[in-house]
């Protein structure tokens, strides 16, 4: 149980151009997903936490304008890296917590996204 | 505000020596850990974690780790490693408002044949 689809799992994209990426919470509601960035051989970098029905919060830095996160149901998360630049070239990772637990409760991984901008 | 310390970028055993992954934490509210394991191109799977209960906490694939307040230390350990061990662990601690998960830098196990 407890599965988190995140599609796609790799995209190279154009310079200038937006890609979405989606986040799935395939047998459990997520009230809250979490969204996260990994450069190579790095810990995750937390961008955003995800809130269903309500705007995202995210953490010092990170632009809102840019990586926009969009939680329209309780299954369902997604971030769009707009106006894409080579640095944003990255390994994107979302994750959720099973809508009933607390911060005891571990968070589900998708498997993630591997951008490529050129 | 809560933080991880994961001492050691990376850790190399012989197949069926002892692993010691070692995870130190800061935490202004009793904290919830957790170790996570990642193999490439792949998100995070939980390998145990701790919830206030038991110190001692079992997980999957034979590790455990030991909650230790007054030394703020959740170390992941295993007795015999094995060749499919070898990946990135990450220690990991959540609490307070938002329950925020803050992840440490994660140490990369090599395992020798």
């Known amino acids: 149980g407890a599965v988190v689809s995140q599609h796609p799992s790799w995209v190279i994209c154009k310079s200038g151009t937006s890609v979405k990426i989606e986040c799935r919470s395939l047998d459990f509601q997520a009230t809250t997903m979490f969204w996260y960035r990994q450069f190579p051989k790095q810990s995750l970098m937390l961008m955003a936490t995800?809130?269903?029905?309500?705007?995202?919060?995210?953490e010092q830095g990170v632009e809102k304008d840019k990586f926009l996160i969009n939680h329209a149901s309780l299954t369902l998360s997604t971030l769009t890296v707009t106006s894409a630049h080579p640095e944003d070239s990255s390994f994107y990772i979302c994750?959720?917590?099973?809508?009933?637990?607390?911060?005891?409760?571990?968070?589900?991984f998708g498997n993630g996204t591997r951008l490529t901008v050129t | 505000a809560q933080s991880v310390t994961q001492l050691g970028s990376h850790v190399s055993v012989s197949e069926g020596a002892l692993v010691l992954l070692r995870c130190n934490y800061s935490s202004s509210v009793p904290p919830y850990l957790f170790w996570y394991v990642q193999y490439p191109n792949q998100g995070l799977q939980l390998l145990l974690k701790y919830t206030s209960a038991a110190t001692l906490v079992k997980g999957i694939n034979g590790f455990e780790a030991e909650f230790k307040k007054s030394e703020t230390s959740f170390h992941l350990t295993k007795p015999s490693a094995h060749m499919s061990d070898a990946a990135e662990y990450f220690c990991?601690?959540?609490?307070?408002?938002?329950?925020?998960?803050?992840f440490g830098a994660g140490t990369r196990l090599f395992v020798k044949a």
């Open positions: 990991a601690v959540s609490g307070g408002g938002g329950f925020k998960t803050i």
């Open positions: 995800s809130n269903e029905g309500s705007k995202a919060t995210y």
């Open positions: 994750s959720a917590r099973v809508a009933t637990g607390g911060g005891n409760s571990p968070l589900h």
